[in-house]
């Protein structure tokens, strides 16, 4: 029920994160922020079963936090997903898997590109030009498919994410009531307005 | 439906004269939901030998990773490169070491060995090991590829030859599968070098 978008700009990286949290039928709360920041230029969108998402999230933003201290260097944003897609992989061999669904989106400095990384709970892990996760991917890919461009400017992916989320309004039986819509660049992550 | 066609994609490698061909699929979906087409499924494990893993994807990039560390520790302790045959029987040890909670891949392996002898071989998920002199298929696609393989192949192609036909194969094979497509790779494996190139295929 819960939907995660991104979308790789000319020079930043566009995220989206519906902002409910549900328990059953039952939305509990319409202000939740899905997302972690990992450093400065790294951001984490999540989804999945409640509790263990925000618990994986924290767990993976403070053990990216601990190697940045000790090694003194920034972690990309490849680095920080094939560190979190390890994780998700030996955990989906346990007792207790996550049940998460992550994107993790970024400005790569060293680079000067922008990434993103699409990774569902068994531990596949795709660098994407734009994805969406849970059922509203079925509804917002096709959009995306269509008018997203790999020089996309800022402007053109906010009316972008706008399509897809009115899409998901007129055409999803679950309401989603609001998104928070957030920009990673060369200057950090910063939450915007659509 | 089966892990192991969960994510989709289809390998599928054949012996020339003097050298062998290894091709896959660019295709990276969730069931029915194509989620990538920049997923190739092929490794190289040395200068002349490729590792194809079709299969579950998170597998896929554990194994990948995996067999990189093993063939680079190989090659430290034996200071020489792997031999496809003894690949093989490394990677279907990897395999069966875990045999009652098996990694969901079924790889291919293509190279050519230090006499410059085409090998080829495909296992299941368990390391069970199919040697081939002719072709090997697996993936989602394998009641197409096997059926196209059989009808096109023949001995001793040369490399450009080998090429049209593996890639020829692949191309119609997977146009019947809707879990597999969206682009390909081939690797012609010649004594003198590899030629790697990316096929446009039907995007529907």
């Known amino acids: 029920m819960e939907c995660l978008i991104g979308m790789v700009g000319k020079d930043f990286v566009l995220t989206a994160a519906d902002t409910s949290a549900a328990r059953s039928i039952t939305v509990m709360k319409s202000t939740e ?45 490849k680095a920080a997903a094939t560190f979190t897609r390890k994780e998700l992989a030996t955990s989906l061999r346990s007792r207790h898997p996550y049940a998460v669904n992550l994107l993790i989106a970024g400005y790569d400095v060293t680079a000067l590109s922008s990434q993103l990384y699409w990774i569902d709970y068994l531990g596949s892990s795709v660098n994407v030009p734009f994805a969406a996760h849970g059922y509203g991917a079925y509804y917002t890919l096709s959009l995306l498919d269509r008018y997203h461009r790999p020089d996309i400017s800022l402007d053109e992916a906010k009316v972008l994410v706008k399509k897809c989320i009115d899409e998901l309004k007129s055409r999803f039986i679950i309401n989603l009531a609001d998104f928070k819509i957030k920009v990673t660049d060369k200057d950090g992550i910063r939450e915007i307005e659509i | 439906m089966s892990i192991l066609e969960y994510n989709g994609g289809a390998i599928v490698a054949m012996v020339g004269k003097n050298c062998v061909a290894i091709g896959s699929d660019k295709r990276f979906g969730v069931q029915l939901m194509t989620v990538s087409t920049e997923f190739p499924k092929i490794f190289p494990a040395t200068d002349k030998t490729f590792i194809g893993l079709p299969g579950l994807a998170t597998d896929i990039r554990t194994l990948s990773e995996r067999f990189r560390f093993k063939i680079n520790m190989y090659k430290l302790s034996e200071e020489r490169e792997i031999e496809p045959r003894t690949l093989a029987h490394l990677v279907s040890s990897t395999l069966y070491e875990r045999r009652f909670g098996p990694y969901f891949v079924e790889p291919i392996i293509a190279g050519l060995d230090k006499d410059n002898q085409p090998f080829i071989c495909g296992m299941d ?56 497509g969206w682009g390909a790779v081939i690797h012609v494996v010649t004594p003198e070098r590899v030629i790697t190139r990316t096929l446009k295929t039907r995007m529907d």
């Not at chain 2, 009641?143 to 009808?151: A, N």
């Open chain 2, 125 to 180: 998920l368990i390391g069970c090991i199919n040697f081939a002199k002719d072709f090997v298929v697996a993936g989602t696609t394998t009641d197409s590829l096997f059926g196209v393989c059989e009808s096109l192949w023949e001995p001793d192609l040369e490399p450009e030859d080998l090429f049209e036909t593996v890639s020829q194969s692949l191309l119609n094979a997977v146009d019947r599968d809707s879990l597999a």
């Open chain 1, 33 to 77: 922020d899905k997302s972690r920041d990992l450093n400065k230029h790294v951001i984490m969108l999540y989804s999945g079963e409640p509790g263990d998402t925000v618990h994986f999230a924290e767990y993976i933003q403070r053990n990216v936090r601990f190697y940045e201290i000790k090694n003194g260097i920034e972690l990309t944003p």
